[in-house]
């Protein structure tokens, strides 16, 4: 199955299993939008709001996480997952994909949104164990999508979780705002030991400073819905975005990561890495270099297990 199927499967759902009116989720859409503009908590209020967010937002959230996980959970064992803040579940239906038969503890305020998680969960992965409680034991994976930004009191949350946990991961839109903030909770996870995972392969001061913040980016197709909920003709748009992963063990480290979408030239390529040392070095790699072949793949946001020559 390819990645368009799994971007699809969950709006084919929604808008065939649970009735569609394009005239209504456009008012519900506009109802979200406005909530976002006053800086509200926005809900999921009834279900034309549930589809208004699974065709705009739910395709970019989703496909981050997808991303994330495999370039993260590839070899890792995750039998448990903690979704913290899960909306309608989009990181568990993400981690579905690539796990089989895990265990989810869902966390969320919003009772009609974690009914829908609940739903959607069950009925895509019925193989899935969904508790319906708090979480009580020891999990493998916790995941703040898009979450932990909404949190008052944050490091009281953190606390809570980080003893029970192995890996962590804090997902978050990638504005200069947000990678602030990642900045002050990369800075509090590391007074407790937290093992940097990514996407520094170092624990020093991050390098980026002033007008310049460390974020990546996923290409989402946009929908004939999507298209006609958020107006705008283009069959793509950037989503941007910024990470923490922490674990317990420390993971061998990178020798960079590559910090800005490289540029390709005739017979050279222009990079930005984010080295183990905290420093931002932008070299020229140029054909006769014995990395050439295998930069010329490499893609924003790729880790670097090499020095360059
Ligand atoms: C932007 S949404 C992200 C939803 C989902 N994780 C995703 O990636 O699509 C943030 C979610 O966090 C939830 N949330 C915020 N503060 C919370 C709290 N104190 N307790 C539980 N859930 C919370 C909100 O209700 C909302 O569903």
């Known amino acids: 199955m390819g990645l368009f199927f799994y971007m699809n499967f ?33 809900g999921y209020a009834n279900i034309e709001q549930v589809q208004a967010y699974v065709f705009t937002r739910f395709p970019a959230t989703y496909q981050v996480c997808l991303k994330l996980i495999g ?35 869902l966390v969320e305020q919003d009772k009609q949104a974690k009914t829908y998680a609940i739903e959607f969960l069950t009925h895509f992965f019925p193989n899935n164990i969904v508790h319906h409680e708090e979480i009580s034991k020891n999990i493998d994976l916790s995941v703040f999508s898009y979450s932990l930004g909404e949190v008052q009191n944050w490091q009281k949350t953190l606390d809570s979780i980080w003893d029970k946990t192995k890996y962590l991961l804090i997902i978050e839109p990638g504005t200069t705002v947000h990678f602030k903030r990642l900045m002050i909770i990369r800075d509090y996870m590391l007074a407790k030991e937290a093992k940097l995972w990514g996407p520094c392969c170092h624990t020093k001061l991050c390098p980026l400073q002033d007008n310049d913040w460390c974020h990546f980016a996923v290409n989402v197709p946009r929908s004939k819905e999507h298209r006609m909920l958020k107006g705008g003709e283009r069959g793509f748009e950037q989503e941007a ?17 590559v910090v800005a979408a490289p540029r390709l030239h005739g017979g050279h390529i222009d990079l930005k890495i984010c080295t183990k040392d905290g420093a931002i070095s932008t070299p020229t790699v140029g054909r006769s270099s014995g990395n050439y072949k295998t930069l010329k793949k490499c893609v924003w946001g790729d880790s670097l297990t090499h020095e360059l020559l």
């Open 241 to 257: 975005y910024s990470y923490l992963l922490f674990a317990k063990e420390p993971r061998n480290i990178d020798f960079g990561r």
């Open 10 to 42: 969950l709006q084919e759902y929604v808008q065939h299993e649970l009735g569609w009116h394009s005239r209504d989720v456009k008012k519900a859409y506009q109802a979200l939008q406005s909530g976002y503009r006053a800086g509200e908590c926005v």
């Open 71 to 105: 370039k993260y959970f590839n070899d890792l064992k995750i039998h448990s997952v903690l979704d913290w803040g899960c909306g309608i579940g989009t990181a568990s239906l993400a981690l579905s994909q690539h796990f089989e038969n895990l265990e989810y503890y």
